[in-house]
């Protein structure tokens, strides 16, 4: 099915498709030497091959982790009626979690976003078995296939007739870790959406060598799923007071991260790559810290909130 991404400053559409289809997009680039060409047939055959198998593999270790361990979910239970009241949210998370992303959160049927490269299309067929929508953007190799994302999930929220939630990683795919870009702040602006912040944890993790610490969670475990909001931005507020949200956010999903390790690790330490100096502001008794008069009450929104079904 094809989304438009619109260009803000020129107001050009341009058509492109989601997940998988975006592949078969072919590219405005053709390599002239024959080796270069052979090489290019060789990468797409492979990563096609991994973009088969990974899916099941995956989907069969997320199955025996969930199985054999103590899994406390409170965040998709708490996701559900929010869709039902609003039609639409916006999940921000720490890309550390983002290996079970597509598993943890499949009662939802998320939209969410992966790469335009290689990566990006064993990433996407993943979701996909997961019953994600996927939106493809970000970091390429091959100018032809960037674009601007944002504007095109901006439109399929605002247009769709059922229930759409985002779900994205907002320290990205390349970091600093545990710092909030504000993109997706910027969408739920624009389609008055709520915002939920969610982390899934693990008691016996595999943490690998990377930028962010990817944790892979190990059988037999204990896991946790913890959803906190909703916290709105206002359709009105200027460039200046949407950095004022995105900074309260970053601290608030920084909380939640740190509410996690001490519930499963028994640890008041903040994580590696936590800023200098950080200390907890939430209490034991209270969960997040509001900015807007309406966050945090969910069964009292803000007069502008969102309302179910297609909306400019």
């Given at each position: 099915m094809p989304t438009s991404s619109v260009d803000a400053a020129r107001g050009s559409v341009e058509v492109a498709p989601l997940g998988s289809a975006f592949d078969a997009v072919p590219s405005t680039r053709r390599a002239k030497r024959p080796w270069r060409r052979l090489r290019g047939w060789l990468t797409w055959h492979l990563v096609g091959l991994v973009a088969a198998v990974w899916p099941i593999v995956y989907m069969a270790y997320c199955w025996l982790v969930w199985h054999t361990?103590?899994?406390?979910?409170?965040?998709?239970?708490?996701?559900?009626?929010?869709?039902?009241?609003?039609?639409?949210?916006?999940?921000?998370?720490?890309?550390?979690?983002?290996?079970?992303?597509?598993?943890?959160?499949r009662p939802t049927r998320p939209h969410t976003l992966a790469s335009a490269g290689d990566l990006g299309r064993v990433v996407t067929r993943m979701l996909e078995r997961c019953g994600y929508v996927v939106f493809r953007g970000g970091s390429s190799s091959r100018a032809s296939r960037r674009r601007a994302v944002l504007p095109a999930?901006?439109?399929?929220?605002?247009?769709?007739?059922?229930?759409?939630?985002?779900?994205?990683?907002?320290?990205?795919?390349?970091?600093?870790?545990?710092?909030?870009?504000?993109?997706?702040?910027?969408?739920?602006r624009a389609c008055r959406a709520p915002v939920y912040l969610v982390r899934t944890w693990y008691h016996r993790r595999v943490e690998l060598p990377t930028w962010d610490r990817t944790a892979i969670p190990l059988p037999f475990n204990q896991v946790e799923l913890l959803a906190v909001g909703p916290y709105w931005i206002p359709p009105d507020c200027t460039a200046a007071e949407l950095e004022q949200h995105r900074e309260h956010?970053?601290?608030?999903?920084?909380?939640?991260?740190?509410?996690?390790?001490?519930?499963?690790?028994?640890?008041?330490?903040?994580?590696?790559?936590?800023?200098?100096?950080?200390?907890?502001?939430?209490?034991?008794?209270?969960?997040?810290?509001?900015?807007?008069?309406?966050?945090?009450?969910?069964?009292?929104?803000?007069?502008?909130?969102?309302?179910?079904?297609?909306?400019?």
């Open positions: 361990s103590r899994v406390v979910d409170g965040a998709n239970p708490t996701l559900a009626p929010v869709l039902a009241r609003h039609g639409r949210a916006v999940c921000l998370l720490w890309h550390q979690e983002v290996f079970t992303v597509a598993w943890a959160y999930m901006i439109r399929r929220m605002r247009d769709q007739a059922g229930p759409v939630l985002y779900g994205v990683t907002v320290d990205g795919s390349r970091g600093p870790a545990y710092r909030l870009k504000g993109g997706m702040l910027a969408v739920a956010l970053e601290r608030e999903l920084q909380e939640l991260c740190a509410l996690s390790r001490r519930r499963l690790d028994g640890t008041d330490a903040p994580p590696p790559g936590f800023p200098e100096g950080w200390r907890p502001r939430w209490t034991a008794d209270r969960r997040g810290l509001p900015f807007d008069p309406h966050d945090l009450r969910p069964d009292d929104p803000p007069p502008w909130a969102s309302a179910p079904g297609p909306q400019r």
